[in-house]
């Protein structure tokens, strides 16, 4: 693997007293498109201004392209949460704009990009609709023809169409070059069918990281016999138990060599790993908080 686009290590940043990102280690490699997914506060917003330079680590380092978020701005692009635009102005005056505060800068791309979409030239962005802002403000961050694409929830606010076409568009963008992208969201769902990596965060730590087609080989569902606390051959962790009556039923991380036979094998989808992984470090951070154990 060559380098990383981002990595980091040990990566903490905290507001008072609360850690908003804990002990974050992670390696997002290039070319990816990576989905940051993790519930409302998980500290997604945290980790991605982190990795563009607008927050300072309070503890650990991220690195983006093996240096200081810093001293490669010019190679990345960011649209922030909401796709904040000046809204008095109108998208052919943004282009504009952006071709004086940017070295590399391509306007034409960004011109054809919204002129495809059919989104007016001369409307303040403002008056559009929110999918059309969002569109704009993917176009400009696509004109900087950065290396590395930071999209903060880019369709949280946006109807089922709306969200379609943004990834459509996205993915399209993406085909034609080599960027790498990290994009957050608290739905897997809108992600699961575009994205090659994951992260998961969950109350402030990564829960889960790893090539998509890695995470679901590694991973799978299996029923069997009512499980005790006894060790299964073939099985490195359970994530998630639930039992019915005399059946067990476990999202396991496989460990090495075959399954015991005893248990059916099921293959997971990457919405059941998820959750199993989000459910397990709910637990444990409620038990930690009623110190029983988990
Ligand atoms: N400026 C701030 N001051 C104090 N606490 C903050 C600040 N920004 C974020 N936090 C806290 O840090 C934690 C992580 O927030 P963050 O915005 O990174 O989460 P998120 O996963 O992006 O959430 P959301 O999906 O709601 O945007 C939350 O508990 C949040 O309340």
């Not at 992670?26 to 070319?31: E, H, K, R, S």
């Not at 023809?145 to 946006?158: F, H, N």
Request: net charge neutral; proline share 6%.
């Amino acid at each position: 693997m060559g380098e990383p686009a981002i990595e980091a290590r040990a990566l903490g940043k905290r507001y008072g007293r609360t850690w908003a990102l804990q002990d974050c280690s992670l390696a997002v490699p290039a070319g990816r498109v990576a989905a940051l997914v993790g519930p409302n506060g998980a500290g997604k917003s945290t980790l991605l201004h982190l990795a563009v330079g607008l927050l300072r680590p309070d503890a650990g380092e991220v690195r983006v392209f093996g240096r200081d978020p810093r001293s490669v701005l010019p190679d990345i692009g960011f649209v922030a949460q909401d796709a904040p635009l000046y809204r008095d102005f109108t998208a052919a005056e943004l282009i504009t704009m952006g071709g004086r505060l940017n070295r590399r800068w391509d306007a034409a791309l960004a011109r054809d990009r919204l002129a495809g979409l059919g989104i007016p030239p001369g409307k303040p962005v403002g008056k559009l609709s929110g999918g059309q802002r969002a569109q704009v403000a993917l176009a400009l961050a696509l004109a900087k023809r950065p290396r590395l694409l930071l999209l903060d929830e880019p369709i949280a606010s946006l109807d089922p169409l709306a969200r379609r076409e943004f990834m459509q568009a996205l993915m399209g963008a993406v085909a034609e070059s080599e960027t790498t992208v990290l994009l957050s969201s608290h739905l897997l769902a809108d992600l699961e069918r575009s994205c090659d990596f994951l992260v998961v965060l969950q109350t402030s730590r990564v829960q889960l990281t790893g090539a998509v087609d890695d995470l679901l080989a590694t991973h799978c569902t299996l029923v069997g016999p009512r499980a005790g606390s006894d060790a299964i051959a073939g099985v490195g962790k359970v994530v998630r138990a639930s039992h019915t009556g005399r059946q067990s039923t476990l999202l396991v991380r496989r460990g090495d060599g075959p399954i015991d036979p005893l248990w059916t094998e099921h293959e997971v989808t990457l919405e059941d790993v998820v959750l199993a992984y989000l459910a397990e470090a709910e637990t444990r951070v409620a038990a930690a908080a009623w110190e029983v154990p988990a």
